[in-house]
């Protein structure tokens, strides 16, 4: 595990670079254009909790707003800072903010003193605005791994069953929950951070929201780091 620490602080250049301009993470402000609200989080007061509103459909800029969930380690030696490094654990499901959280736990102490640690819940999980669901009573016989057409046809009815509780309870969300949208969620947290450009670590699916980032928004990376190569590009469940 330090082997893998070791080398990831190589990759993000936290050896033997000097801090980068990126702009203090405190400047946006409230002029932002994607203004963070923050707070002490209630199980670690010295970690920033933060909360932000974007669009629910990217494609309608100024229409409906969802919340999203963010925290910050902030880095302990900030003067050799280099800049925010944004993680997400994959899933999808993980919760950014719970490892932005125990940050100083989870990485080594290069990291946390040259970086600030963020982590996003992506919209419809954890602390941001959520997709909820109603669980349909199984029916008789339902099996994930149908073995008849019988079977098979339990498991659509089933499924649908369960597509139909979560738009009731979700609403529009349900449609805009896709990786593209998770993707633009974190340019906004980086608008509203005030940096200039940001690194990535993925692990997981994480690698397909950094991937997608990436294609949307190249000159806002400083240095990014996957634990799974995906083609983000091919048509996908996610």
């Known amino acids: 595990m330090k082997r893998q620490l070791l080398v990831l602080a190589l990759i993000l250049g936290v050896v033997g670079t000097a801090p980068s301009a990126s702009a203090d993470a405190s400047s946006a402000g409230p002029h932002s254009a994607y203004p963070i609200s923050w707070s002490q989080c209630p199980e670690r007061p010295d970690v920033q909790c933060g909360t932000l509103r ?12 969802i919340t999203l969930a963010l925290a910050r380690h902030l880095a302990t030696d900030p003067a050799h ?16 903010v719970e490892v932005a959280t125990i940050a100083d736990l989870v990485f080594s102490p290069e990291l946390v003193a040259r970086f600030d640690i963020v ?10 605005t959520p997709i909820t669901c109603r669980t349909p009573v199984s029916q008789p016989g339902f099996t994930l791994f149908p073995r008849t057409e019988a079977q098979f046809q339990r498991m659509v009815r089933q499924n649908r069953e369960l597509g139909r509780g979560c738009l009731e309870r979700t609403g529009p969300l349900l449609g805009h929950v896709d990786t593209v949208s998770v993707a633009r969620d974190h340019e906004a947290v980086r ?19 950094g991937a997608n980032y990436a294609q949307l928004f190249p000159q806002r ?3 990014m780091v996957f634990d799974a190569a995906l083609d983000h590009s091919g048509d996908s469940s996610w």
Do not use: H, K, M
């Not at 608008?191 to 929201?209: D, K, P």
């Open 119 to 128: 982590g996003v819940d992506p919209r419809g999980i954890g602390g941001s």
């Open 81 to 96: 800072r280099i800049g925010a490094l944004f993680i997400n654990p994959g899933g999808p499901g993980g919760s950014g």
């Open 54 to 65: 974007v669009p629910l459909d990217w494609a309608r800029p100024t229409g409906a707003r």
């Open 221 to 223: 990376i400083r240095a």
């Open 191 to 209: 608008i509203g951070l005030g940096e200039r450009t940001f690194n990535w670590l993925g692990l997981s699916y994480g690698t397909q929201i």
